[in-house]
């Protein structure tokens, strides 16, 4: 992979956000379950965004059936603003991304649409476990949080 100069700017924003974002969920509750949970969905997050972006989830990253990622990241943007950064609404949240991420394996998968790539479907099925489980200890965690 050849990185020219966006690729730099997109990554140290990447990582400048969820650092930003990580700080002001450390210091905004005394919760250590929420922060561990912000911490495991902006952790996810990024690397879905990264890996996406880098080299592509279904097939390669040219498939424009990596869009449908995009999709997954905005379900937990808007769930998180829509529910204004509560456990309890968060918990529901990650639990909708991690849906929206298996949906979109499946959708994939279905119908082919990355059949070009060297080891497909494994590739969307490992992934899709991998941020699917990291959605879910996030919810488990801000719902954790919600009892102590």
Do not use: H
Request: charged share 10%; glycine share 10%; proline share 1%.
């Amino acid at each position: 992979m050849n990185w020219d100069i966006t690729d730099f700017v997109v990554f140290i924003a990447l990582l400048g956000g969820v650092g930003f974002l990580l700080w002001k969920a450390f210091n905004s509750t005394e919760s250590s379950a929420y922060k561990w949970a912000c911490g495991v969905a902006l952790v996810a997050a990024f690397l879905l965004v990264w890996v996406n972006g880098a080299v592509g989830i279904i097939g390669d990253a040219n498939n424009d059936a990596n869009m449908l990622y995009i999709g997954v990241a905005a379900i937990g943007v808007f769930g998180a603003i829509i529910v204004r950064f509560q456990a309890r609404g968060l918990a529901w949240t990650l639990c909708a991304v991690a849906l929206a991420q298996t949906l979109v394996a499946i959708v994939a998968i279905s119908a082919d649409l990355g059949a070009t790539g060297p080891v497909w479907p494994r590739d969307v099925l490992v992934l899709t476990a991998f941020f699917t489980t990291l959605w879910l200890l996030s919810a488990w965690l801000f719902q954790k949080s919600t009892r102590g």
